[in-house]
């Protein structure tokens, strides 16, 4: 792992891959997907998969104790419907997690960060350095727990919103020193 | 300043602007106060709801006042129970401690209400117990516009309010006469821009004068319009009344209008059972559409744009005056329409993004994105010129934009295979990039041509659904600053869309540090009017802009802009 990145190439500073990480970005099968060019990809942690499930399952757990109670304390039924909805949505959710999770991935490149996600709907994002005008990271206590983080891009575009979910957290620490020096050298108007 | 000044000035002395680049007294580097009759319009709300329940309340001794016949009002007034109970010198003695109450708190936020325009900012602070202090650094300055509300015109009032880059950064100064607010405008644009004027003759300030005489001028001004000093040269554009009514009837609106009566109309005919609630319905929504039309009329005539020295200043609003102006290089997007009626004026409709600085939550934000509010090819033409001029904009590219497909336009268009989504607009569907700009258009009923230069383009994303999948289509979209103006075309092969998107995120990189290397000050409103002349004769070419600052040593090295 480099210490220091070199502002003139930011793919050096970007982190070195481990077994910590997904290798292989999962794509669409359909023959006209968006290519994922060349290049390697950056990719989430696989302890992000379990943080969302236990999140997911904790809110399915939620839903179905609220239902019950309803139903077995005053003997509505009418909580079933909205009850079920939400449910079904959240289950639904929770298998496409891990898949979803292998689809995300980021790419250092020589002028821009370009960012990826999706399988169903597939989203390509390029922000070049110049324009990041900061860069958060956030953990919850979850997070803090399996050693993940959530580094966020801010431009002047609202529109822009790239998140990236479930980093390593000395990826993102080491990541958000890169973009911030790269921005730095590189900084344009608004 | 007078000694009685509240806060001693701090004791690091702030620069003062170089006295060559300000016209105005006021933008001294000292502190100076806002018009007296500021916080009479400030609270100018609350004074007409406490005068409306005054008179809702004495309505009846008002007119038994002016019917002094027998006329009985039965209901007790306070006044009547005051007399009654023998408290009418307590009641006088409240009402007058009352007011000397409000006019002393009037006259404390008034003396706090201070400003100062240095060589580096403009601050302003106000309040007495929870103080403020808001400062915009000039060199993040977006903009300055002159609002003039019906009210404050009546006595010769302006608001100013200085546009920095962020989500509620604005500095507003409230109010000041309109002369100086006009004067300090272009001192603070002018210092914005780092520019030099030549000609230091301070101009005196107008004098107070009587409040009558204000009246009258102001009067006589919302007839005549705001009296430039002159220097500024003539609107590019001339909207004729005519072409705006005409403009309002044929608005989408309108067509929404029509609908609802049509309806209405056939519904009494048949006189199904759904007709009352159909017709209690439609009611009120034909009330909302005609109060819209009238708003927008309202809002869009006496419309004017012209370059002046510190950017393009757009003027517009009958009753409250709008007055704006875009320095060089803070447009963010633009986007050409044509709504569906307008094809048989061949009128069109800009608007723009940019940095509004104000807060999401402000009313009024919604309104400034307009920049030309109904416009023949021509006017367009003009008006793109001034606002991108490191676009060579001609009327070959615009019919291309605006009418295309053209032979050989270089537009990238959908495949054929997108008909399947897209019947009608397949063909004219496209994006062209520039080195200085990207131009989407698409639309074959509702015309648009968007164009977002790169130097400001934030970011590009690249996107695909299921449907577009199996079509072998993606999407993309170019992301600006906030604003009414969306960069996103549709239904592109996938392959030349990922082609595109690696380009655009090339060239914009590329735009923006060239750029970066060589500051644009204001250099850029220079523009050659060749064919204005003669496209519109009855309005005068723009007089050349007198060269009125020599091009300015940047104050600091270019790559301190940020």
Redesign the interface.
Known sequence: MTTSPDPTNPATGSPTPTDETFTKILE?R??????L?NGAWRQLSRKYVIGQVIGYVVVLLLIAAAVLTLWLMFEATWPFIPGGILFAIFLVTLVVTPRQARSIGYQLRE??LVFRRGI?????????Y??LQLVDITHGPLDRMLGIAQLKLV??????G?TIPGLPQRDAEQLRDTLIEVAET????? | MSDLDPQPAPLEQASAPPPAAVRSEMSDGEWHRMHPLSPLLRGGLTLIVIIGILVANLRDRLISFFLPENFRYGEEDPVDFVLQNGLAVQAIVAVAVGLVILIALFWTAWRFHTFRITGDEVEVRSGVLFRTHRRAPLDRVQGVNLTRPALARLVGLAKLEVVGAGLDANVKLEYLSTRNAETVRGDILRLASGHRTKDAASRPASAGGPLTSRVTAGISEIIDGVDDDGAEPESIVRVPISRLILAGLLSGSTIWFVLVVVAAIVGLVLQPIWIIPALGASIPAAIGFGAYAVRQFIKTVRYSIAPSSAGVRVTFGLLTTVTETLPPGRVHAVDIRQPLLWRWGGWYRIRVNKLSGRSASDASAAQMGDVLPIGTQADVERVLRLLLPSLSVDAAMLDAGLRGPREGDGYVTSPARARVIDPLTWRRNGILVLPQAVLMRTGRLWPKLTILPLARMQSVRLSQGPLARRLGLAAITGHTVMGPVNGTIESIDHARAYELWRAITDAAVAAASAESAQPTDGNAVEVEWPEAASVAPPLAPPAPVPPLWVPPAPPTSPTEER
């Open positions: 669409p359909g023959a006209s997907r968006l290519p060019g002028d821009d169903l709907w597939q989203r390509m994002v390029s922000v070049p110049g324009r431009t002047a575009a609202a529109s822009t790239v590189r900084r344009t108007g608004l």
